[in-house]
């Protein structure tokens, strides 16, 4: 029985053993075990960049299939270079309007992306302009290979995005004077660019001129400029909405976002206004310049206009007019190339000082833009309140509470239209100002400073700035 049993148990192996080898199936697949699949190929990729380069759009939300991709997109913004699978995909730009509002102003449309290809959409032209004008708002999308760059060149890229600049020749030279005969990079008109290039990386200058009597004529100058190694550049010409007579500067994408160029010779702008109530007419010295004041005999309530000066640090001081010696204010103050700032003598003479604004006069199409400053001492805080003509302001919660003494509101965007604007002493219904009825049109920029009482009366006032045209209120520019 034993030896039977035996037997049995060593048949039944051999057999178990010799099914291993036949090549039968297994409950774990055939053997030898066939090879895993190969992984799927990767995707195809392209890139996209995008750049905001239209001077009288708003901030801009960039939407793709349905989501916003990147949104309250500036002017002279660019998005980072962002690898997509290729395919088809629906974009659509729409404008912030005042409030929550927003307007598709590109699209819906489709943009096929094919592979191993980087698109440049740029977003151009003026929105106020007519649609069948040249130099309507639109897209711009240009394509070029994705190719790597050396670590030791940089891709250049340049685009005519002005549109109210005429054709231009663009030079990108070694720093100094343009050679005679100087051959240039290319030459274009609003909406077109030229093919990239690629230079080794090193110091540069950009120069973008018109031909006049065979001659060359710059500009625009970007004097010298550090281009760095490996640097994927977009240049795009807009025009320049700030200080200086270049018609236009540079907005440059790098590949992660954008910094400006300005032409070299830009200056910054300032103008002064008298906002002390108690103090007399004055005169504004800078850099201890006392024989030839940079402004002379200014009244309250004056603003003198914008005056252009050389970027830098000046000391400014403010004495009454005509006495050198009587130095109420005695300030430094930064004024950037390209930038526009007021100042403000503020406060009664006792305590008067200097209240620095940041003035943005760039025209948005699609809305007003108003600022109001608070620059009446005696007022103490006080409610603003925008209301429709007539409507009054019962009932209504103000536009700005409790508005403090050298408070700024900073631009508010307003639809255009008319408006009362009343200002009340704060949680109460006494008007100190208003209502004063506003007319604000699109594109319009408006600052208001609220002031004391002229002298010998008791109510107050509103010194109007920009787009406010008020004659007996404006100093000569000088």
Do not use: W
């Not at 010799?18 to 190929?41: I, L, W």
């Not at 992660?256 to 008298?274: E, G």
């Not at 310049?289 to 009244?299: G, K, S, Y």
């Amino acid at each position: 029985m034993q030896t039977r049993l035996m037997a049995t148990l060593l048949a039944t192996a051999a057999l178990a053993v010799a099914g291993c080898n036949s090549g039968s199936p297994s409950s774990s697949g055939t053997f030898p075990p066939a090879p895993p699949p190969p992984p799927p190929p990767p995707p195809e990729t392209s890139t996209v960049r995008i750049v905001h380069a239209s001077a009288d759009a708003p901030n801009v939300d960039i939407v793709v299939e349905g989501d916003v991709a990147f949104g309250d997109v500036p002017f002279l913004a660019a998005t980072p270079i962002t690898e997509l699978d290729s395919g088809d995909y629906e974009i659509q730009v729409d404008a912030r309007l005042p409030g929550d509002g927003r307007l598709a102003v590109i699209g819906p449309v489709t943009l096929s992306l094919e592979a191993d290809v980087q698109y440049n959409v740029l977003a151009i032209g003026n929105v106020g302009a007519e649609a069948d004008s040249p130099a309507a708002f639109g897209p711009l999308i240009l394509e070029q290979s994705q190719e790597e760059i050396a670590a030791d060149e940089v891709r250049v890229r340049v685009v005519h995005g002005a549109p109210n600049a005429p054709a231009v020749n663009v030079f990108v030279t070694e720093p100094g004077d343009l050679a005679p005969g100087e051959t240039p990079l290319g030459s274009f008109e609003f909406g077109e660019a030229l093919a990239p290039v690629t230079v080794p990386e090193g110091e540069y200058q950009i120069r973008v001129a018109v031909e006049d009597s065979g001659a060359q004529v710059a500009v625009f100058d970007s004097g010298t400029v550090t281009l760095p190694g490996g640097a994927d550049l977009l240049v795009t010409a807009v025009p320049n909405t700030g200080a200086g007579d270049a018609p236009v500067k540079l907005v440059v994408a790098d590949g992660q976002s954008a910094f400006t160029l300005r032409d070299v010779n830009t200056p910054s702008n300032v103008r002064v206004v008298h906002a002390s109530p108690d103090a007399p007419a004055v005169d504004v010295i800078v850099n201890d310049n006392f024989e030839v004041p940079f402004l002379a005999d200014v009244p309250f309530p004056a603003a003198s206009g914008f005056v252009g000066v050389e970027a830098g640090e000046y000391n400014v001081k403010v004495t009454a007019a005509g006495n050198a010696g009587a130095i109420v204010i005695d300030a430094d103050v930064e004024l950037p190339a390209g930038a526009e700032t007021t100042v403000v003598a503020v406060g009664l003479l006792a305590d008067i000082e200097p209240l620095l604004l940041a003035d943005e006069r760039r025209g948005i199409a699609t809305e007003s833009r108003v600022r109001i400053v608070h620059g009446a001492p005696t007022a103490g805080e006080v409610d603003i309140y925008v209301t429709a003509v007539g409507a009054g302001i019962e009932g209504v919660d103000p536009a700005i509470p409790g508005f403090e003494f050298l408070a700024d509101t900073g631009y508010l965007s307003l639809e255009p239209g008319s408006y009362d604007v009343t200002v009340t002493l704060a949680g109460t219904d006494t008007v100190a100002i208003g209502p004063l009825p506003i007319e604000i049109s699109a594109g319009g920029v408006y600052s208001a400073i609220a002031r004391d009482p002229l002298p010998g009366t008791d109510a107050f006032g509103l010194i109007l700035l920009d787009d406010f045209v008020v004659e007996d209120e404006v100093v000569e520019e000088l």
